[in-house]
Structures are given as C-alpha cells and as structure tokens.
T-cell receptor, first 114, second 119 residues
C-alpha cells in the first residue's frame, strides 16, 4: 500500500523568506502523481503544485517549486518570498493515476511571521 | 474553472437522526467522486469512491451501512450518515475529477466541505 509521510507537523518562516516542506512516500509503482495541497482556515483544498513521476523536471508554479527525487521517494515543496497568505495547512499527496483516489500525508501547518 | 459544491455547509443534528450531504459538480460531469473525512487538525481520510450508476467502493474500516453513498447522476453524489452519533461529528469533503481535462492540468476539484455536529 502507498503511504505519504510528512515529518514536520508545524513550521514557521519569516515573511519574504524561503521555506521548504518535506515529504516522503512509499510505493512500488513506477508511474504515479504527487501533489501539494494547501488548506487555509476556510478548509477549502487548493492544489498548489503537481508532479508526474515520469517527468524528471521539477514542477514550478510561480513562487512554489518542488524537489522531486524519485529514487529517494522524496517530494519537498519550496515556497519562495513567503507571504502572509501562504499561512495554511499543507498536505503532500499521492495518486496512482489521474482518476485514482488521493492519499494524503498528515500535513504541515505553516506559520508566516510578519 | 470547474467548481464542486457541497450542501449544506454545516449541519447540526440530534443523535439518532440521519443526515444527507450533497456533492455536485457544477459545470462538468463526474463519473467518479470521492468522499473524505477530516477530523480537527488532522489529515483527510478517504472514506469511499462514488461511481455513477454503480455501488460505491468503501475503504477498509468504513461502515457502508453507516455511510450510505448514492451517485445517481453524473453531477450529484450524496453521502447519508445514518443514525448519527456524536463520534460522527467531523468535516466531510467531496472531490470530483473533470474527465475533459487533458494531462498537465488539475486532477481533482474539491468541494468546500460540510461540517457535521451531532449532539
């Protein structure tokens, strides 16, 4: 069975600084999808970034980028120029294919310090 | 972009009653929807996969007679919590995938969630 592990329950970063959230996963499959979701206080799940395992290039979305290390089964999220609006719960997630159920990690609560 | 709605956004009910939560895809047809449960300050736990026109697939440990799922149309799935008890109080979230999307786009859209409080 696939598992997703986030070892940092909480993190804090100064506004405008850079922060990296860690995620590891376990699977025996070679093709899959990885995601980072943001859940602000409104509880609405928002997709931050997505990575397809067959793509070697790390995904990037504006200030958000990932470091995808397939052999190490690591998928970290880097947030550059942190903003107050980035404060939220961040979930790392895994899916076998685009139609499949999503398995979530336990989440990392990110605090942005003004 | 595609939107998934849930109704109601919050509900309070008495112990022993049944509560129905609706999940709708507003501008696309979803053959598959997913239901998640989230406890306070916890992660999302998948409860079941809702398939249009067929029985839902429940995750291990989820009582199918307790959490009834009906996916009667391509835009609507319902979750009914039967004979609710205080331990059923939680945040319930649905998601749906837009099958029109090609690769490289968002996989699933999440509803805004429903907060259930059983007294």
């Amino acid at each position: 069975a696939q598992t997703v592990t986030q070892s940092q329950p909480e993190m804090s970063v100064q506004e405008a600084e850079t922060v990296t959230l860690s995620c590891t996963y376990d699977t025996s499959e070679s093709d899959y999808y990885l995601f980072w979701y943001k859940q602000p206080p409104s509880r609405q799940m928002i997709l931050v970034i997505r990575q397809e395992a067959y793509k070697q290039q790390n995904a990037t979305e504006n200030r958000f980028s990932v470091n995808f290390q397939k052999a190490a089964k690591s998928f970290s999220l880097k947030i550059s120029d942190s903003q107050l609006g980035d404060a939220a719960m961040y979930f790392c997630a895994f899916a076998m294919n685009r139609d499949d159920k999503i398995i979530f990690g336990k989440g990392t609560r990110l605090h942005i310090l003004p | 972009g595609a939107v998934v709605s849930q109704h109601p956004s919050r509900v309070i009910c008495k112990s022993g009653t049944s509560v129905k939560i609706e999940c709708r895809s507003l501008d696309f047809q979803a053959t598959t929807m997913f239901w998640y449960r989230q406890f306070p300050k916890k992660s999302l736990m998948l409860m079941a996969t809702s398939n249009e026109g067929s029985k839902a697939t429940y995750e291990q440990g989820v009582e199918k007679d307790k959490f009834l799922i009906n996916h009667a149309s391509l835009t609507l799935s319902t979750l009914t919590v039967t004979s609710a008890h205080p331990e059923d109080s939680s945040f319930y979230i649905c998601s749906a995938r837009d099958p029109r999307l090609a690769g490289g786009q968002e996989t699933q859209y999440f509803g805004p969630g429903t907060r259930l409080l059983v007294l």
